[in-house]
């Protein structure tokens, strides 16, 4: 059983690495995506005792495959994209590493019809792997000039499923709500009241909290069908903090 355990990833990354080399066979970085897969594949083992997941669900893993994350990085760091760690996009912030873009998608386990918002868009690079996923992205950025250069980006590179607004994400976005799904991407000492209230019944939120200068915990909020909510930790990790007046 152990072995067949092992086995059973390792098959499914294969057609997963199989269909991105299909779609990618011109590109050049197609080898570095493929090598960038395997490394979170790794990962995904490697944590396992934390997340309870030994591999991520391969639509998560093809979207993240076909994602050109290149696209979302300065220039100058380009060369670096497919290297499974954060890199800085500038104003302080950083777009993070594709192994923990893969854990907090897989944990928010959304389907085609759903409708999510992201709170912290950076360079929209997490936006573009969950609209392949998803009906439509909502993402919020405070940084009125990455929400600018995220809009254009994701434009130009034909995600017309996702919008993006400059504003304050501690306030969700109400006119959009409830959401399915909401992922946070930088750390808060709290979860949001607002993001509590704009969460659908049965949805799930994913968000870091602790203090923005230590190790803080990756945090699953679950409201039930009757509007109870839960919470459980899944992984220490490292966020660049939330801004804004909260």
Do not use: C
Request: glycine share 8%; no cysteine; net charge neutral.
């Amino acid at each position: 059983m152990v072995m067949m355990a092992a086995i059973v990833p390792v098959l499914l990354l294969s057609s997963v690495l199989f269909a991105v080399a299909a779609n990618a066979a011109d590109d050049r970085y197609g080898g570095a995506r493929r090598a960038m897969l395997e490394e979170v594949a790794a990962d995904a083992v490697a944590t396992s005792d934390y997340t309870g997941r030994t591999a991520f669900a391969p639509r998560v893993m093809s979207s993240l495959g076909r994602v050109p994350r290149h696209e979302f990085v300065p220039v100058d760091l380009q060369r670096l994209a497919y290297e499974n760690r954060p890199l800085p996009i500038g104003y302080g912030q950083t777009i993070s590493q594709p192994y923990i873009v893969a854990l907090m998608t897989d944990l928010l386990d959304v389907r085609e019809d759903d409708v999510v918002l992201e709170i912290g868009t950076g360079s929209g690079y997490q936006a573009a792997v969950l609209a392949a996923l998803v009906k439509h992205v909502y993402t919020v950025e405070i940084i009125p000039e990455l929400a600018e250069q995220a809009t254009a980006r994701l434009k130009r590179l034909g995600y017309d499923n996702v919008t993006t607004r400059a504003a304050d994400g501690y306030y969700g976005w109400e006119g959009h709500a409830p959401f399915a799904g909401i992922i946070v991407t930088a750390a808060a000492n709290h979860v949001p009241p607002p993001l509590i209230k704009q969460l659908k019944p049965g949805g799930r939120m994913i968000i870091p909290v602790g203090n923005p200068f230590s190790t803080q915990q990756l945090v699953v909020v679950e409201k039930s069908p009757s509007g109870a909510i839960s919470t459980r930790k899944v992984l220490p990790v490292r966020f660049v903090p939330v801004t804004g007046g909260h």
